[in-house]
């Protein structure tokens, strides 16, 4: 239940950036991303990364967000994996500087 909750209130921080960003990066009406979002929102990944961008514009340029919070909020599956990397990356290499003695 919680977990539901957290992905909804993302998906609705991530709607209003986005927005933002219609009016902020593109210069026209946020209402045109109004009408667009849910449109857009039904082909899933093939426009998934230009609205991510959108609104990690929407978050940086409209909200004054530094670049890293709104990548949290934007690309919260790629930060994720990002991470993911770093720390496997990590214990591989303790692993291997541990195996040399």
Do not use: D, K, N
């Not at 239940?1 to 909804?8: E, P, T, W």
């Not at 209402?31 to 990690?56: D, E, H, K, N, S």
């Amino acid at each position: 239940m919680i977990r539901a909750l957290l992905v909804l209130a993302l998906f609705v921080i991530q709607a209003f950036a986005f927005f933002e960003g219609v009016e902020v990066w593109l210069g026209v009406s946020p209402w045109w991303g109004v009408l667009a979002f849910p449109l857009l929102a039904v082909f899933g990944w093939i426009v998934g990364i230009p609205m991510a961008v959108t609104a990690y514009m929407g978050a940086t340029m409209g909200w004054g967000w530094e670049w890293w919070q709104a990548a949290l909020i934007a690309f919260p599956a790629v930060v994720a994996a990002l991470l993911l990397a770093i720390a496997v990356g990590g214990v591989s290499l303790i692993a291997a500087l541990g195996l040399r003695r």
